[in-house]
């Protein structure tokens, strides 16, 4: 499901976007602060469902509402606005739900379930992995848990290496600075690899004596896919990644300084 985000308050914005990721993990979302922008994108991206706010600057909510479904009818366009003077003129264009904010998750999940015009779900991966923000692990939408804390930090560190090989010194050397711990390394494996074969995604991780990766090809991740260069991925990432691990800083930085530049 691709989903447009349209609101001229940053901090607004990066709300609306956020309760979007929580309620639907896997969508592509694409924000704009400026609705000409986003207009324009639009025209060569068409997306499923469109959250905007009404009030803003340069164009109104309702008129880029209007542009959006001349493009396309069936376009489920939600208003999420501090003001519902609009409510009347936005169900004349039926549109498909209406929002007063504060925006939340449930508010929106309720409206995904709604929609005027259904989104045929394609066809992805089981696996989902979310990196901007904290780190997550999702298989079929289900937030993944792990026996010990530092297996799901391993895998983070797998996902970040990108689909290099990593080896247990190198690993060690990450989880624990200069200490060595080979047999806790030993059970956290096992762990990992337990809890994907019993998720039936075990796939997802190769091993060879020593040394183990992460298949990219198997899952759907928000920074393969920034590495890859694609639109959506770019404008999810506001500042933040894998927020839990100070080791993740430094490829936070770059990843701060190329959508800086």
């Not at 592509?28 to 499923?48: G, H, P, Q, T, V």
């Not at 479904?69 to 501090?82: D, E, H, L, R």
Request: glycine share 4%; net charge neutral; proline share 2%.
């Amino acid at each position: 499901m691709k989903i447009l985000a349209i609101d001229d308050e940053k901090i607004a914005l990066e709300g609306l976007v956020d309760a979007i990721i929580k309620a639907e993990p896997s969508a592509d979302i694409y924000s704009f602060k400026r609705a000409s922008e986003a207009l324009d994108f639009y025209k060569n991206n068409i997306c499923e469902v469109v959250f905007l706010d009404v009030q803003m600057r340069n164009m109104n909510g309702v008129e880029l509402a209007k542009k959006m479904k001349i493009i396309n009818p069936q376009v489920n366009i939600i208003f999420a606005t501090g003001y519902g003077d609009y409510r009347e003129e936005a169900f004349d264009m039926h549109v498909s739900g209406y929002l007063l904010k504060p925006i939340t998750d449930k508010k929106i999940r309720k409206e995904l379930d709604c929609l005027r015009y259904p989104v045929v779900r394609a066809s992805q991966k089981r696996i989902q992995i979310r990196t901007f923000g904290n780190f997550e692990l999702y298989v079929d939408e289900n937030p993944v848990s792990f026996k010990y804390d530092k297996t799901k930090e391993m895998l983070a560190y797998l996902v970040d290496r990108n689909g290099t090989y990593c080896k247990n010194a190198e690993i060690m050397a990450v989880l624990w600075q200069d200490k060595t711990h080979a047999s806790y390394l030993g059970n956290m494996k096992k762990d990992l690899k337990d809890t994907l074969k019993k998720l039936g995604c075990i796939e997802m991780i190769e091993s060879m004596r020593g040394k183990l990766r992460i298949r990219t090809e198997q899952v759907e991740c928000d920074y393969f896919d920034w590495c890859q260069g694609k639109v959506y991925a770019i404008n999810q990432y506001r500042g933040e990644y894998m927020a839990q691990y100070s080791w993740a800083e430094f490829t936070n930085s770059q990843l701060d300084r190329q959508k800086n530049n």
